[in-house]
C-alpha cells in the first residue's frame, strides 16, 4: 500500500449537540463570529437557535445569509468583506451543502486572499485558514467533513471543484434533531448524494483501509433507513442517515470521488439543479461505465443494494445497479438525463467540462470526452 | 443515542512514510523539535533516520532518551527540563506506547505546569499543548492515536491514567516498514494489546457507531495477520496488524477502555511486566465477567473469533472466549496469573487499586474490589 492520508474534523456527533457550538468557538478563540446560513434555514428556526446559544455564552457575531442553492462566486466574495467588516476570527456555517461550501470560500479568501476562481483544483489553498465550526442540517453533502468545496464560477457557467487539506474544518456539530424539520424531497436528494459518495469513494483510486470501511458502513445504512424516514419520519431513522452520511463524508473527503461527481458538478454549472436530484441520473450509467475496472468492489457494492451477501460479483454488480434504478424511480425521483436537460444540445459541453473536474483524477476507469458524451448517452 | 464525540489525529499512513516527519513538523510551525525516542528504538536505527530527515530539512532539535518502558513520573519530569532548556516549540516522539505517552507526559506540563501526576483521570488537562507528532514503532498501543497517556506513579507504584481530548497528537505517521526490524515477542504483545484495546472499547458504556466499526475492523483483522506475521514475517501481514492497531486506537481513544485495562494498569504500576503480555492472562477473565451485561456484542466478538458468521451468540461467546485461551497458549505467552506473579499476596492491593482506574468507568458491568478480586482469582 503506498503512502495515504487521513484527516477528519473533531466530531460531535448527536441529539440536541447543536449547544456545543459557543464552547466549541470559544475553545477555538473566538472573540467574533462570522455566522453564515441561508433563509432556508433560517425559516426552520435553527439559525435562531444558534444565535441564542452564541447570545446566551456572551459571543458576538456578523451574520451573513446571501447563499444560494449552488453558492456563486460572487456570493463568497461579498461573505468575504462582511468578515472583514465585522473583524471576525471564527467562521460558523449552519446549513446543507451551500452555507458550508459558501463559508469554506470566504474562510479561503480570509487566510490568503486573492480570488476564490484562483484556487480550482486539488491543493492550491497555500495559507492557513481560520477556524471553523460547522452543523450540517442534511444528512448528504458530507462538507462539513471533507476536503472539499464546490464553488459556481458563474462566467464560465461550472461548479468549482477546490479540493485541500486546510478545508477541513476544526469541528462538526451533527445534530440529528435538526432533520425533523426538513421535506422528504431534501431527505432523498441528500441520502442519495451521500450513497453516491460511498460508492464513487468505495472504489476511487485513492481508497484505502481508513476510507472503505466508512464507505461500506454508509452503503448499509442508506437504503434500509431512507425508506425508513420516508415512511415514518422517526427520529431513529433521521439519525442513521446522519451516521452514514457522516461516513460517507469521511471516506471521500480522503479517498475523492469519480466520474458521476465530475458530470455532477459540469452539469450542476449550467443547469441550476438540486445537486443530490442529478445522482438518480447520473450514477448507475457510470456505475456500468466503471464495472470492468474494479468487478470485485462493484460486485461488492451489489450485494450491499440487493441484500444478497452470497451472491457472485458479476451478478451482483449487474443485478444490484438495475435494482438501484428501480429504488430510485420509486423515490419519484428523475431518474434519465431528458428529465432534467431541455434537449441533447449541451451534451458535448458538459461533458468537456467534466474532463478536467479534480473528481475525475479519482475515478477507477480513465474517463475522457468521449467516455462522458457515451456515459450521458446512456443516461439520456 | 447521547451526544457523542469523535477525534483523531491527521493520518499519514503507508510505507516510507517517515520521511513526511520534517514537512510535519514545519507545517506545525516547528523551529526546535523535542524528539524523544528510547534506547531500543536507537538501536534499531530508526531514531537516526528521523534524525538524517529532520537535519535535511534544516530543523534543529534536542533529544531526549531517558525513557523505560512503562515511563516513570520522574522521567516526564526530566524530559520536561529538557524541553525548556531547549526552549522546544513542537515534540515529536518516535517509538512504542512508553517514548510515546513520555512525550504526551512532557507536553501536558510544557503546556499547564505542575506535576504530571496532578492530571491523573479524565478530562484534568485545561491549556493547550504544543503541536505533537508521533511514529509508532509498534503495532499495538495504540496511543499515537489516543487520549490517553499511562504514566508510573512511581510513589503510589501504579499507573495512572490520563486522558483528555487534547492528548490526541496533531499528527500520527505510521510507517509499517519500521515493524520489519521488531522481534516477535513485540510484535505478539503489541497485537494482543491492539486486541483487547478494540474487544473493550465494543463493548464500552461509551461505545458509538464511529468506533464500533473500527473495533469490528480491527478484530477482523488482528488474529489472522498476527498468525501471519509470525509465520512469514510479511510487510503485507505486519501492514495489516498495523492498520488493525491504528483502527483499534481510533475505537478506544474514544469509546473508552474497560476492566481488563484497569486491572492491566494496576497490575503494571506494581508489577514491571510487559502491558501486551498481561492481557492474555486477564482479558478472557474479564470477557466472561462482561458476558452478561452484553451478550449480543459478546456473541459478534466470539463470531469474529471463530470465523462462524452463523453461532447464535450465547455458544459464540462462550466458545469464542475459551478458543481465545487456547490461541494465547499457542503464541507461548503466560496465560495465567500465577505465571506473572510470585504469589496471592498482592492480589488484594492490585483489586483495589483497580476500582479507581478511569478506564473502569467504561466498563460495560459494574465492578468493585470484590468483583475486581474474583476475576484475578479466576484469572489465577
Redesign the interface.
Known sequence: ????????P????????IV?VAPCARRLGAKRVLLISDRGVEESGWVEQVMDVMKASGLEWAYFNEVSSNPRDWQVRKGFEVYLEAKADVIIAIGGGSPIDAAKGIAILAGNGGRINDYEGANRVMRPLPPMVFLPTTAGSGSDMSQFCIITDVERQLKMSIIS?SLVPNISIIDPLILLTKGQELIIASAIDAFSHAVESYVSRLA???TT??AL?AMDLILPNLRRALEDGSIEAL?QLS?AS??AGMSFSNAGLGAAHALAHSLGGRFDVLHGLVHPVLLPSVMRFNVPSCPQKMGTIGRCILGEPDCPDATAADEGIARLQELFAELEVPVRLRDILPDKSSLEQIAGAAVGDACNLTNPRKAGKDEFLSICESAW
Chains 1, 2 share one sequence.
Open positions: 500500500m503506498q503512502v495515504t492520508k487521513f484527516a477528519i473533531e466530531v460531535i456527533f448527536g441529539r440536541g449537540s456545543h487539506r484505502s483501509p481508513f470501511h466508512q458502513l439519525e451516521i457522516t461516513a
